[in-house]
């Protein structure tokens, strides 16, 4: 089988290396890989695990068809279409330190390679009506959105969403919020960006290198009120921000560091606004099979900006890097 490995250098480090194909052990199944996609996370792990994790596989996301299945599988059967789920070992419930590291990409192989072996409670069979290709966007940018949203701020329609950017975790945000009969307030530095998301159904959109302070754009955009929800993926440079634009009891969902890990906070801001601040990390396989029911019965399919055969992983990174996406990128197997 073929795979990509991250090498010293970064972006320019990863190399599509043969490798032995491999074979599912007990309770194991052999997914013949046909997409992935590309999250923020796994341009951080190209960019610093060259030095402490050669020869990793990136890229937390894919979507197969199962092939094989060893001794005693019960969950999944021979041309299943699934997608392997981003925590391996966290099915239901709250998350536990064991299941916080069974991640895909790190420090687990990853699935920018042809066959993974995984263990059948690390599937989820996929909908008839989604391609490959769509579905490997979902394991951590569409749950992650999901999860946000639905699950931990139990989103209600006639509120209204704050989003920022255009990215996967973004734009998907944008979509379950208009599914729930929500309004939304798209940031992004790009007018082209900002029109696509209105396209996609944003109610109002701010172009924050027009306006810094988008703040006082949001309060004015709402009456003074805020949003009920802010889904932040800007990190320390925009969470003062995120602050300012919540309602009294409004909800920031804590998902991205894009523009850094550490800042001063005004803690005054966060007990008067009554908020409420969520770190949130993709979610547990329960909550990826209500997403897709969710999309499946509302005909809501991912947007994919970008396509790239895996001999050109490199390239598909560097358009990440750039940031000159709108949703998601995906590499064709």
């Known amino acids: 089988m073929r795979k990509i490995v991250i090498g010293s250098g970064g972006i320019s480090g990863l190399k599509l290396v043969d490798a032995a194909d491999p074979e599912p052990g007990p309770g194991e199944v052999l997914v013949l890989m046909h997409a992935s996609s590309l999250n923020y996370r796994d341009l951080v792990t190209v960019r610093q695990a060259g030095a402490t994790t050669p020869g990793l596989v990136p890229n937390s996301c894919g979507a197969g068809e199962v092939v094989a ?10 041309g299943d279409r699934v997608a392997p789920m981003f925590f391996q070992k966290w099915v239901d419930g709250r998350i536990t330190p064991e299941a916080r590291g069974s991640t895909l990409g790190g420090p687990i192989d990853g699935c920018l390679r042809d066959l993974m072996v995984l263990n059948e ?10 391609t490959f290709e769509e579905a490997a966007t979902l394991p951590c940018a569409g749950l992650t959105a999901w999860r946000a ?11 209204t969403v704050l989003v920022q950017g255009t990215g996967g975790v973004s734009i998907f945000a944008l979509q379950f919020a208009r599914l729930f009969g929500a309004e939304v307030i798209v940031t992004s530095s790009s007018d082209a960006k900002l029109e696509r998301a209105r396209a996609l159904g944003a109610t109002h959109v701010i172009n924050y290198r ?5 703040a006082s754009a949001v309060r004015q955009l709402t009456g003074g009120r805020g949003v009920d929800h802010v889904v932040e993926v800007g ?27 550490v800042k001063d906070v005004d803690i005054t801001q966060i007990f008067r606004s009554n908020g409420r601040i969520q770190g949130v990390t993709v979610g547990s396989r329960a909550m990826f099979e209500r997403m897709l029911r969710a999309m499946h019965f509302n005909g809501i399919h991912p947007v994919i900006d970008a396509r790239f055969p895996l001999e050109n992983t490199a390239d598909a990174f560097e358009l990440m890097a750039r940031g000159g996406h709108f949703g998601k990128i995906v590499i064709e197997h």
């Open 149 to 159: 949203l639905v699950e931990e701020g139990n989103l209600k329609a006639g509120e």
């Open 69 to 78: 299945v060893g001794d005693g599988v019960r969950r999944i059967a021979v």
């Open 235 to 261: 990190g320390a440079d925009t969470l003062q921000q995120s602050i300012a634009s919540i309602a009294l009891g409004g909800n920031i969902h804590v998902i991205g560091v894009l523009g850094g890990y």
């Open 210 to 214: 027009q306006m810094p302070d988008w």
């Open 121 to 130: 409670e690390g599937v989820t069979r996929l909908p008839d009506d989604m």
